[in-house]
């Protein structure tokens, strides 16, 4: 063991000072790791404010601290991004993965990493301030235990963090000085998170024991065996023993999970157990949220989040995850939020368990939600943090049309590989329409005029949106009441297809011109080089390419891209409603990071797009 300091030398270690509840940025809020939040969360699903690349998994939690945000990646980088915009702050390369949760005090950073280091970054400028290193992970008994996805984090009081460390130990550290003031050995690796309340450290180890410890000395209080400690995972094939759960504890009462598939409930002040919820084999690597009269909990191979009656180990319901849970349950209000091992973030109704609202991620969610005034942040192991918001951020009507029944109808949506644009927003909250939904969304905002955008993933025109002339459809009346179209491939109407062969045999320029009311006489379908001009650039186009050229400049309101003999080849026409509606012709997009622009086209009002 042994500790570095890159800001003046060490210092020595003043007497403990009295322990008392507090409220940090850390892991579920507090010392306690209760999961219980007084702030507004979101109760509706409404959008993704933002979502922000870190480049690699994100498995830990984000905490917060005044506008900023601070979270780890498992590359090692340590982040700090500005809450309500996403724009990163600063970032810190720690040198291994980061798959645990920050802890903020004193204007300083705590994070755990991999291999044995306990980190104290400037929450200024991410500037390195001390490095604790311990020793290497401890051997497993078995040696295939496997799934090894989350490490201890820190939990901070007074000035004090208290870490569990692969080397066995838990540790508690100075935070001025990066010193250790004791160390406590266990049995086994700790993945678990220590929680302290009165004076008392509460952490659960691999060797299946849970342990309190004196925070002021480090000396046993007791030691609480689970049934998991005389197991053995070779006799199963997997692993029985560890304990990964971090304790949550409240009210004299220590709810604690294990890998021997139970949940118990203990005595904070003897250890002894007051009951136990067990489920065959299914993991509980999840942490429990406790509230007055429930505790929430969640398991990982059975893949189900249930409430449990908190006096008496009763089950209140019990619904399927649909895959595996390794976050945390946070509650906010009367909603449950937790991640899934599938992509879901969902949110429940802590009474009944029923899903309110759901978003899917690119990647697993083995991180625990943040839940802070209105928003839900959350990493994913697409290397994505989001934030969530209720409808209530920005009013904003969101649609994405495709329907399969069209797709002999379509260049752009003809194939399975189009759908991209269809999948990629649809993880970002807009709702997919088929033709008749299309068709109830713009009538309704057509008598609401409340704002609205609807992005076309093929380039297909149902007939109900055209009407007698074109310029009386239902299309031109949405635009013509404030509403947004992105459209991407051939102008609505102009391939005539054939509807014995399902084949193009003709064009028709006088159709979207009379829908639109823009000419495209100078539309040949020929391609050539397209330049991002500077109004494209403010609408979040960032590149040049090779693409046909469908009008004239004059034509249309902006010119986003235009090609080399002078076409508009990406354009908005206004028809009189708000700065950023009308209609907004794009090229086809199927992969990449060109699906991220069609996002900041459909989002782009009042001259900006999103955070």
């Not at 980088?77 to 920050?102: C, F, I, K, M, Y």
Request: contains cysteine; charged residues 20%.
């Amino acid at each position: 063991m042994g500790v570095r300091t890159l800001a003046g030398s060490i210092l020595c270690a003043a007497a403990m000072p009295a322990l008392v509840l507090g409220q940090e940025a850390q892991f579920r809020g507090g010392p306690g790791h209760v999961g219980v939040t007084d702030t507004r969360g979101v109760e509706e699903f409404g959008r993704v404010a933002w979502r922000f690349d870190a480049g690699a998994p994100i498995r830990g939690s984000a905490v917060r601290s005044g506008r900023a945000l601070y979270f780890g990646s498992t590359d090692g980088t340590l982040h700090s991004v500005d809450l309500r915009t996403g724009r990163e702050v600063w970032r810190q390369d720690l040198g291994a993965a980061l798959a645990s949760t920050p802890a903020v005090t004193g204007g300083l950073v705590v994070v755990g990493a991999r291999g044995g280091a306990l980190h104290g970054i400037a929450a200024s400028d991410g500037s390195r301030v001390w490095t604790l290193e311990t020793g290497d992970d401890l051997a497993l008994p078995w040696g295939h235990e496997g799934w090894d996805y989350l490490t201890s984090s820190p939990a901070v009081m007074d000035g004090i963090a208290y870490w569990g460390s692969g080397d066995g130990h838990v540790y508690a550290v100075d935070t001025e000085s990066g010193r250790a003031l004791w160390r406590f050995a266990t049995g086994g690796r700790i993945r678990s998170t220590p929680a302290v309340v009165e004076g008392v450290v509460y952490v659960g180890s691999s060797d299946g024991f849970v342990y309190a410890i004196e925070a002021g000395s480090g000396a046993e209080r007791w030691r609480f065996e689970t049934a998991g400690a005389s197991l053995n995972a070779g006799d199963f094939g997997f692993d029985r023993r560890q304990i990964y759960a971090s304790p949550a504890v409240e009210g004299g009462e220590v709810f604690v999970g294990s890998r021997d598939a139970s949940l118990y409930k203990l005595d904070a002040e003897t250890g002894r157990q007051l009951w136990t919820f067990d489920e065959e084999s299914a993991w509980v690597i999840s942490s429990a949220a406790v509230t007055a009269d429930r505790v929430y909990s969640a398991r990982s191979s059975s893949g189900n989040t249930r409430a449990i009656d908190r006096k008496t180990g009763a089950e209140l319901w019990s619904h399927a995850a649909g895959s595996l849970v390794f976050s945390s349950p946070v509650i906010s209000g009367t909603t449950l939020y937790i991640g899934e091992e599938d992509g879901d973030v969902v949110a429940r109704d802590t009474e009944s368990g029923e899903v309110r609202w759901s978003f899917r991620t690119g990647g697993s969610v083995f991180a625990t939600p943040l839940v802070y005034d209105g928003r839900v942040y959350i990493g994913s192991d697409d290397g994505f943090l989001y934030a969530i918001e209720a409808p209530d951020g920005d009013g904003l009507h969101r649609a994405v049309f495709f329907d399969e029944t069209l797709m002999p109808r379509s260049a752009f949506g003809g194939g399975e590989e189009h759908r991209a644009v269809t999948d990629h927003l649809s993880l970002r909250g807009y709702r997919v329409l088929d033709e008749a939904a299309l068709v109830g969304f713009m009538e309704a905002r057509v008598v609401d005029r409340a704002p609205s955008v609807v992005v076309f993933g093929m380039d297909a025109l149902p007939a109900d949106l055209v009407g007698e002339s074109g310029s009386d459809g239902l299309l031109r009346r949405y635009l013509d009441g404030g509403g947004k179209v992105v459209w991407l491939g051939y102008p609505p109407g102009y391939l005539v297809w054939d509807d014995g062969t399902g084949q193009v045999t003709a064009v028709d320029r006088d159709k979207p011109a009379a829908i639109l009311g823009v000419s495209f006489e100078a539309f040949n379908g020929d391609v050539h080089g397209v330049t991002v001009t500077d109004a494209g650039h403010a609408w979040g186009l960032s590149s040049r390419w090779v693409g046909q050229g469908h009008t004239l400049p004059s034509e249309v309101t902006e010119v986003l891209g235009q090609d080399e003999i002078g076409r508009a080849a990406a354009w908005v026409r206004s028809y009189g409603g708000p700065d950023g509606t009308g209609f907004v012709l794009y090229r086809p997009v199927v992969a990449g990071d060109e699906l991220d622009v069609v996002w900041r086209l459909a989002e782009h009002f009042g001259g900006g797009g999103p955070d």
